[in-house]
C-alpha cells in the first residue's frame, strides 16, 4: 500500500529565504507526482506535475524534482514571499492498485504547512 | 481560465439524512473523481468514473455512497445515509486523461459536509 510522507510538517521562514519541501513515497511504480497548494478552507490548486520519466519541472519560482528509485521528491521555492503561506501537498498517482490497473487515484502526504512572514 | 465548481460551499444534515454534493468538471474533461479531507487528515481518494462508470473506487466508497453523472456537464455524489463520521470536506476532481498518467487533477473549492 502506498504511503506518502511530507517533511517537515511546518515551516516558518523570512521573507526572500530559499526553501525545499520534501515528500517521499514507499512505492516506486508511479505514473506521476503533483504538488499542490491549500490555503485555509480552500480546494487544491496544481502547482506542478511530473511524469515518472521525468526528473525536474519549473514554473515560475517553484521547482519540483523527482528520484522515483529512491521514492524522493522536492519542492524549491526560490525567494519566497508572504503570499507564498499556505498548505503545500504531494500527491502520487499509482501504474496499479490492490486490483490491478489504477485509474488515477492519487495518494495524498498530509502537507506542509508554509508560513512565510515579511 | 476553466475550473471545477462545487455546490454548495457547506451542507449540514442531521445523521441519517440523504445528501447530494454536486460537482461541474471542466467541459472538455473526462475523468472524474471524488476526495474527502476529514478536519486535520490527509486527503483521501473515494472514486474515480469514466464513460458513465466507476473506475475505481476505495474502501470508503461503501454502498452508502453512489455518483453519477446525470446529464453532460453535472457530476454528483450522493451518500445515501449519513453518519457522524461522513463529516468532511469533499472535493470533485477532474482530468483530461485518467489513463497515460500525464494530466494533471484539477480540483474544486470543496463543499464541507457538517452531520449532525
Known amino acids: 500500500k502506498q504511503e506518502v510522507t511530507q517533511i517537515p510538517a511546518a515551516l516558518s521562514v523570512p521573507e526572500g529565504e530559499n526553501l525545499v519541501l520534501n515528500c517521499s513515497f514507499t512505492d516506486s511504480a508511479i505514473y506521476n507526482l503533483q504538488w499542490f497548494r491549500q490555503d485555509p478552507g480552500k480546494g487544491l490548486t496544481s502547482l506542478l506535475l511530473?511524469?515518472?520519466?521525468?526528473r525536474e519541472q519549473t514554473s515560475g519560482r517553484l521547482n519540483a524534482s523527482l528520484d522515483k528509485s529512491s521514492g524522493r521528491s522536492t519542492l524549491y521555492i526560490a525567494a519566497s514571499q508572504p503570499g507564498d503561506s499556505a498548505t503545500y501537498l504531494c500527491a502520487v498517482r499509482q501504474i496499479t492498485n490492490a486490483g490491478g490497473t489504477s485509474y488515477g487515484k492519487l495518494t495524498f502526504g498530509q502537507g506542509t504547512i508554509l508560513t512565510v512572514h515579511p | 481560465e476553466p475550473e471545477v465548481t462545487q455546490t454548495p460551499s457547506h451542507q449540514v444534515t442531521q445523521m441519517g439524512q440523504e445528501v447530494i454534493l454536486r460537482c461541474v468538471p471542466i467541459?472538455?474533461?473526462?475523468?472524474f473523481y471524488w476526495y474527502r479531507q476529514i478536519l486535520g487528515q490527509k486527503v483521501e481518494f473515494l472514486v474515480s468514473?469514466?464513460?458513465?462508470?466507476?473506475?475505481?473506487k476505495s474502501e470508503i466508497f461503501d454502498d452508502q455512497f453512489s455518483v453519477e453523472r446525470p446529464d453532460g456537464s453535472n457530476f454528483t455524489l450522493k451518500i445515501r445515509s449519513t453518519k457522524l463520521e461522513d463529516s468532511a470536506m469533499y472535493f470533485c476532481?477532474?482530468?483530461?486523461?485518467?489513463?497515460?498518467?500525464?494530466?494533471?487533477?484539477?480540483f474544486g473549492d470543496g463543499t464541507r459536509l457538517s452531520i449532525l
Open positions: 467541459s472538455n474533461h473526462l475523468y
Open positions: 511530473i511524469q515518472s520519466s521525468q
Open positions: 476532481a477532474s482530468s483530461q486523461r485518467g489513463l497515460g498518467g500525464d494530466q494533471p487533477q484539477h
Open positions: 468514473f469514466y464513460n458513465n462508470e466507476i473506475s475505481e
